[in-house]
């Protein structure tokens, strides 16, 4: 009894590589969707402009992501 030792470095260490893990999936989903995003807004802009109209896009980036605002003027 008087070897065991608490689970404390080797459980802190797990908590760091969970954190680790669920940063970079966080981080890849951003930029995923990010690039899903880009990809809608060129579709709706050839649509727009197929349709005769002109595509208005305003975009906002933010320190990972990227808002967008769309608006076909006919």
Do not use: H
């Amino acid at each position: 009894m008087a070897n065991e030792r608490p689970a404390g470095n080797k459980a802190g260490k797990l908590w760091i590589i969970i954190g680790l893990f669920i940063a970079v999936f966080g981080i890849g989903m951003t930029v995923m969707t990010n690039m899903m995003n880009e990809k809608k807004i060129d579709a709706m802009t050839v649509q727009c402009e197929d349709d005769g109209g002109q595509a208005i896009i305003s975009k906002e980036k933010n320190f990972l992501s990227t808002s967008y605002s769309f608006e076909c003027k006919q």
